[in-house]
């Protein structure tokens, strides 16, 4: 048996088992399985792996993406480039830390930034990353390598340039680009959003939610209500995914 699975602290909102269960079906793995193991405290990981050496390989979601850090063998580049770990591949005992949100988020985001950047303009295009967490690194790495120019926005001034109560109409309305990786309107808490001025949103922006479940966040309904393009996190969690599968398989 090949064994792989998600860390987490509550797992409730997860598609990982179901894409991971379906993809060994439809590719006769019958010998792989995928798990959720909802752990209280990321010191609880190394007594998971050592239980279990038919564990390959885990994904890391929220909030451990940064502390499993000190638990792994090492980083691959471009995790320790970005500093959170989403996926690690398990090989004589080896825990390895990659990063495939980075792959994730760039698909996501690559065929829109073309239209961010005005016709015959210079200007870089801004972006406003709401929270300061594992996915937000990953999203700041994609952003920088486009030339894209942001801000994060933290509950706490010492983990992001701007806190909540800072984000007024025009900063959002220079920010053509604002990315929720924040866990805000994510499963069960459905009805909450981020707290922005969404009557400054125009047609011109674009607003990205990292949450998948629901697939139509609050935070994106917001955006629809003033003709902004929305995009959900579902598209990327099947591309981390499959980039992760690839890890995995070396
Ligand atoms: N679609 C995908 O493939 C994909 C991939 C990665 C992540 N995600 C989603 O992205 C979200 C974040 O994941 P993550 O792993 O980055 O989590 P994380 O490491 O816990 O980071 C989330 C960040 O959001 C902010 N935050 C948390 N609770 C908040 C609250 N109640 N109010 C305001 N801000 C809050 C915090 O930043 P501050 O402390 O700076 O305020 C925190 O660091 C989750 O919903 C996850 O499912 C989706």
Redesign the pocket.
């Known amino acids: 048996m090949q064994r792989y699975g998600l860390i987490?602290k509550a797992l409730g909102?997860?598609f990982s088992k179901e894409f991971f269960t379906d993809k060994f079906k439809r590719e006769g793995l019958a010998d792989h399985r995928y798990d959720l193991f909802e752990l209280a405290d990321i010191s609880d990981f190394p007594q998971l792996v050592q239980a279990d050496p038919e564990l390959r390989g885990m994904n890391?979601?929220?909030?451990?993406?940064?502390s499993v850090i000190p638990y792994l063998t090492s980083l691959d580049p471009l995790a320790a480039a970005v500093g959170?770990v989403?996926t690690i591949a398990i090989r004589n005992g080896e825990l390895i830390g990659h990063n495939t949100?980075v792959f994730?988020?760039r698909s996501?985001v690559e065929p829109i930034i073309g239209s961010l950047r005005d016709p015959g303009s210079d200007v870089r295009p801004r972006a406003l990353v709401?929270?300061?967490?594992?996915?937000?690194?990953?999203v700041a790495y994609v952003l920088r390598e486009a030339g894209i120019r942001f801000r994060?926005?933290?509950?706490?001034r010492s983990?992001?340039e701007l806190t909540?109560d800072m984000v007024d109409r025009t900063i959002v309305s220079v920010c053509k680009l604002i990315i929720?990786?924040?866990?805000?309107?994510?499963h069960p808490n459905v009805e909450?959003a981020?707290p922005l001025p969404y009557e400054a949103l125009t047609t011109k922006h674009v607003l990205v939610?990292?949450?998948?479940?629901p697939e139509r966040t609050r935070f994106l309904k917001h955006g629809e209500e003033m003709g902004t393009r929305t995009i959900?996190?579902?598209?990327?969690?099947?591309?981390?995914?499959e980039e992760a599968w690839r890890v995995w398989k070396g």
């Not at 709401?130 to 990953?138: P, Q, T």
């Open positions: 987490g909102h997860s890391v979601t929220l909030p451990y993406k940064q959170a989403n949100d994730g988020f996501l709401l929270g300061s967490g594992g996915a937000s690194r990953a994060i926005v933290s509950r706490d983990r992001g909540w929720n990786t924040t866990p805000m309107g994510m909450e981020p939610d990292l949450i998948y479940n959900g996190g579902l598209a990327m969690l099947h591309a981390q995914a």
